[in-house]
């Protein structure tokens, strides 16, 4: 297989494997929340707790997958990953009780924690550099496209919710199957030679990184409050369940905008493209706050968000691989470690707000978040002109 085909297989093996670990494991929860809801008579609060475990399950994973893919190679993480990813659904399909409920979405969502950080390893050693923030940005963009297809099955299996948790095994097993043949089996010798050895706190945390790492943080806990929440306050708000449910499919759509993030950094620059996101997603919380009964408001809100958000995952992986270019999937990983430190905190914070001031309440929250992290953008031009200078 040649090297541009290559390249192109591990791509698209990155964003299919994504697409169903994070797009249909993690997401899928609060896209079926409803029907959830309403099948085990469980309060805000408790399904944002369940919603937590998946995020603590995560950060585990994320913590362990750069050494994990050091020793073992991208192909045996990512591949356990799917697996994860498939188990954990079938569990939610087969739940009779909300304890089995949580164990399938504690057990589904720690598989996006594996698949994604040995991704960083896998493109700077396989591919050219002018090609890698395309690369990374074109991956993250799975999750855009896990949303878009997870919302037409919700659609068609209507109130058959289990339905479509067995559908979303069975996308899952195809993907993973691809991402373990198109993936390399080890690092090259130079590249995990260049891995070995012990990491220091201050490799993690220095006057490069804490920006990256403060902006993932608060950028996690604003976004877990629509991926939870935004099906269910939409339909409480007069779209109803099939309607909240096709905008949470146009969170997908624009989500595939993630995939542009390269260009829109090398257009504008990291500072300018991360305060632009942050804004736009923050726009997009409170506007569903404030008008999630109307149908043009709640579409531009999703459109908003999925864009806003996935261009600013994509942008932080960019920005990731600068600061921690000696090791990339251990240094994604981290950045993921602490965006999802924020994903965990926030269901069960915005659950308790959303109990005693309404669900309008948190979301206006968390769009003041997204604001604050416009603070927290680069200051150092991250476009492969400066790069390679």
Not at 67 to 93: D, N
């Amino acid at each position: 297989m040649g090297p541009e085909r290559h390249a192109r297989h591990v791509v698209g093996a990155g964003v299919g494997v994504v697409a169903v670990t994070y797009g249909l494991g993690r997401y899928g929860y609060g896209l079926l929340l409803p029907d959830i809801r309403a099948a085990f008579d469980l309060s805000s609060g408790a399904l944002g707790a369940i919603a937590a475990g998946a995020y603590a399950a995560y950060l585990v994973a994320v913590a362990a997958a750069g050494a994990l893919s050091a020793r073992f190679g991208p192909r045996v993480v990512v591949a356990a990953g799917g697996g994860l990813a498939i188990a954990g659904m079938a569990l939610v399909a087969g739940a009779s009780g909300p304890g089995m409920l949580a164990a399938g979405i504690f057990v589904a969502g720690g598989s996006g924690g594996l698949v994604f950080p040995p991704f960083g390893d896998v493109v700077a050693e396989h591919l050219p550099p002018r090609r890698r923030s395309r690369a990374m940005a074109a991956i993250s963009s799975g999750t855009g496209w896990g949303v878009l297809v997870a919302a037409p099955v919700a659609l068609l299996a209507g109130g058959a919710w289990r339905a479509a948790w067995l559908a979303f095994v069975a996308l899952a097993v195809l993907a993973t199957l691809w991402a373990a043949w198109a993936l390399p089996g080890r690092a090259r010798p130079a590249a995990a030679a260049s891995r070995a050895g012990r990491l220091e706190l201050s490799w993690f945390v220095c006057p490069r990184s804490g920006p990256l790492l403060a902006g993932a943080f608060l950028i996690g806990l604003a976004a877990s409050v629509y991926w939870t929440f935004s099906v269910d306050l939409a339909g409480q708000a007069g779209l109803g369940r099939d309607g909240a449910q096709v905008m949470l499919g146009a969170v997908g759509a624009a989500s595939i905008a993630g995939s542009l993030g390269g260009d829109l950094l090398e257009r504008i620059g990291g500072r300018a493209a991360l305060a632009l996101c942050a804004l736009l997603m923050g726009t997009a919380l409170v506007l569903l706050a404030v008008a999630a009964g109307s149908w043009p408001a709640a579409l531009a809100s999703a459109a908003g968000f999925g864009a806003a958000y996935n261009l600013i995952v994509a942008l932080q992986s960019i920005w990731s691989a600068r600061v921690f270019a000696d090791r990339p999937a251990v240094g994604l990983g981290a950045v993921m470690f602490v965006l999802s430190t924020g994903l965990l905190l926030g269901p069960p914070i915005a659950g308790l707000v959303a109990d005693r001031l309404g669900l309008a309440a948190a979301f206006c929250g968390a769009g003041a978040l997204c604001v604050a992290t416009t603070l927290l953008a680069p200051r150092e031009d991250l476009r492969s002109a400066a790069a390679a200078g």
